[in-house]
């Protein structure tokens, strides 16, 4: 599945751009008013793309003075480039369907976004789908500029067959604590079974803590993001464990150092992988595989680990002149029939309170999916902060020198990037 990055850095011209909305007060009261046509971005996942045809169908066979024109996001170097270039051009479609949390609040800062709020019951509907978790999602003013759609909540997929030729117990194998996982690591390593224990990329990208570390920082700490209330939370004990176990990875050759250009896990160069739901049909076929929860230090019980959403959200952009339609059609496309229809054909988890009680049919059709729905009620998001990119990639490069490379004390490095993020994180 081909990931939707987050805002990269994004050119001069957009943060120059920064605070321009694309409308003026009494314009946006009339858009928020007025319906009509509107138009539509996808993500080109082939199955996601099918579910967003299906769902512009049946919309549009009930609507003829409101149709959906919809297309797949154009290509660039980055779908977030593309985002915010739209957004400073003036013509962003109206809703695209893959907004990654963490680039709202570059989106916000360049005027681009609509907040929900403005609409009548929209903070109630988004609440009500999405429970608790909804939290996450706001803004730090306090409104939704994002409505919670779908998760891939990231867990460890494991390859029996691998783990059976390393003389591991391929069924139940024993990963719950740092000290199991390693154990494990040194087997399969030390077997020949595979060349790396697990290969999460070593590259510099702001995003790659979202499949190693983080998920794990998640778990450790009962819920914790990388900011909160301002302040970075990764210089911690329970930070600095979960470095440590990374470290113990890369120091001992268990997790390469080196990319790999391919997929490790499917290609059976890796035992185990960091990924979410959509990865089952993807390796389904390829590797006969098992999941687990990520470790703890100490071996907290499954259904108290929490992980990284991985989600992707659905947002309304300010250029939209029909948004009272755009609205509507959020509604739709998130409704209980349409989060079916998006589980059916994806596989992954609709933002959804109590997923297994709302599509049983489903999760007794499908029992590989179960611990994915359940895994989804407890997930962790990238913190809405200002200055999220930079945060993450400054997180990153200090990760990457000490745990990954080994070029400075982790301590140092945390210490250093904790002083720079708490500043970002200010707003300055």
């Keep these: 599945m081909k990931r939707i990055l987050p805002a990269a850095l994004l050119p001069l011209a957009l943060v120059l751009a920064a605070g321009c909305d694309g409308q003026g007060g009494g314009d946006a009261s009339q858009a928020n008013a007025a319906k009509g046509e509107i138009t539509i971005w996808l993500s080109n996942n082939p199955e996601e793309l099918a579910w967003g045809k299906a769902m512009v169908e049946q919309w549009n066979g009930a609507h003829a003075d409101q149709k959906i024109t919809a297309q797949e996001i154009p290509a660039g170097k980055t779908s977030e480039e593309v985002i915010g270039a739209a957004i400073t051009a003036g013509n962003a479609p109206c809703l695209i369907f893959n907004t990654s949390p963490a680039a709202v609040p570059g989106f916000q800062k360049q005027g681009g976004l609509v907040p929900l709020d403005t609409f009548d019951g929209a ?135 080196e990319a790999y250009n391919g997929d490790s896990f499917a290609d059976q160069k890796a035992a185990m992988a960091i990924v979410g739901p959509w990865a089952i049909s993807v390796y389904g076929s390829k590797v006969k595989w098992g999941a687990v929860p990520v470790p703890t230090s100490t071996a907290k019980p499954a259904e108290q680990i929490k992980t990284f959403s991985d989600a992707k959200n659905v947002a309304m952009y300010s250029a939209c002149k029909n948004r009272a339609t755009a609205w509507e059609v959020m509604k739709f496309a998130t409704s209980k029939e349409q989060d079916g229809e998006l589980l059916n054909k994806t596989g992954q988890m609709p933002l959804r309170t109590d997923l297994q009680a709302a599509y049983p049919d489903y999760f007794t059709k499908n029992p590989a999916y179960t611990q994915f729905a359940a895994q989804a009620g407890r997930t962790v998001e990238v913190p809405n902060v200002p200055n999220s990119v930079a945060i993450w990639q400054t997180f990153r490069d200090a990760y990457s020198q000490s745990v990954i490379f080994g070029k400075q004390p982790v301590n140092d490095a945390f210490a250093g990037a904790e002083s720079k993020v708490n500043q970002l994180a200010s707003g300055s």
């Design 123 to 257: 903070a109630k509907y988004i609440s009500d789908r999405t429970g608790t978790t909804a939290e996450q999602y706001k803004s730090p003013d306090g409104k939704f500029y994002q409505l919670p759609w779908k998760s891939n909540p990231v867990m460890i997929f494991y390859n029996k067959d691998l783990f059976a030729k390393a003389g591991l117990d391929p069924e139940k194998p024993a990963l719950s604590t740092y000290d199991d996982f390693l154990a494990a690591a040194r087997k399969i390593k030390s077997s020949g079974a595979a060349p790396a224990a697990i290969y999460p990329a070593p590259s510099s990208e702001f995003f790659q803590p979202w499949f190693d570390f983080y998920p794990l920082f998640a778990a450790e700490t009962g819920g914790k993001q990388l900011v909160d209330n301002g302040k970075a939370q990764f210089n911690s004990p329970e930070g600095q464990k979960v470095a440590a176990f990374w470290k113990t990875l890369y120091d001992e050759g268990l997790a390469p150092k």
